[in-house]
């Protein structure tokens, strides 16, 4: 019995080998391996993709987090209020820049931020609350954003699961102030190693962003900026995304059909998380109320299956010391109940019966 896989980075390389080789060769015969003219062509892609003013390539959409909540953080606020269903980066991004993560829970039908859970947490101490566009659902940003004009903090959108989502045509990186990505080779659009970008519209912060990815250069070999790094998205990896952003959107596609047969097939013991019109589907999320048995079902059926994310952020053993002991009972109640099934967009219709014969059968 062959594996379903829960991803498999290799096919859709081989689908664009021509491309990706002609791509790579070009910047090994150019002379440019970063900043060059690879990277500028892509941040004024990225831009006009996302309808953003400004695109600031980095090396990671960690690295993306971290620049921007460094630019967020203002004298005493030194707190990032964020969710602690997804994945941490954000806690080990603020982390990273000497701010300290603080934990809202999430509303039980998106499993994003619930703005009910915010509002209280919003004290003085805060610079920037962290939105994520969990699994590629675009998250409902407008009485986040309320809350946080209202507060004068920045609402950093983090769109690392979400590249190509919107509402109602908006993309998603347009609600917030600041946006970040990442192009992780698992992300909707993924490099062929690290890579991330920053967006905004505020041109000063774009400039503040561009000086805090490079050592805090203003320009060169002049330190303006404090608290600046080395966070550069490469030629090569620049290269590739370009071949790989007009592809992004039939991609994006092809995982909402997964998902949209998905949920049809699931039998009454679980609920496969919707993927609606302008949502991204980066992963096929289940909830149930027996995972270990889900599981097992799968594994027996040669599918593969994982949770995102088994460990939230306030029970995490680094970080577990910084939460102030607010319960957060959806979060972990989901963290139980998750499981992410295959979802990528070369998967077969046929490995996609295969998935959905086991969750008929739930
Ligand atoms: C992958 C991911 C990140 C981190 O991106 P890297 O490029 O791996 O550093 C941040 N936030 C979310 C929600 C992610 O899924």
Sequence with gaps: MTTVPLNDLQRAASDQEPALRDAVQAVVASGWYVHG?????????????TRSGHCVGVAS????????????????????????NAGAYTSVAALGSGLRPRFADV???????????????????????????LYGRVADVEPLRELCDGAGVVLVEDCAQATGAHAGGTPVGSFGTVATFSFYPTKNLGALGDGGAITTDDPLLADRLRALRQYGWTSKYLIEV???????????QAAVLRVRLPLLEAGNERRRQIVRRYRSAAGGSVVVLDAPDGHVAHLAVMECDDRA?????????GVESDVHYPVPDHRQPTLAHL???????????????????????????????RVCDVLASL
């Design 293 to 301: 048995a889900a599981q097992l079902a799968l594994s027996a059926a």
């Design 226 to 236: 404090d608290r600046g790094r080395n966070s550069r998205l490469d030629e090569v």
């Design 37 to 49: 003219p690879q990277h500028r062509a892509f941040e004024q892609e990225f831009a006009d993709y």
């Design 107 to 133: 509303d039980p039908a998106t499993h994003c931020l619930d703005p009910a859970a915010l509002e209280p947490l919003l004290q003085p101490d805060v610079c920037a609350v962290v939105v994520t566009h």
């Design 323 to 353: 939460h102030d002991g607010r319960a957060l009972p959806v979060t972990e109640r989901l963290a139980d109940r998750v499981l992410t099934l295959p979802c990528f967009p070369q998967l077969t219709d046929a490995e996609v019966d």
């Design 61 to 84: 959409g960690t690295d993306a987090l971290g620049i921007a909540l460094t630019a967020a953080a203002s004298g005493a606020r030194d707190v990032v209020v964020t969710a602690a």
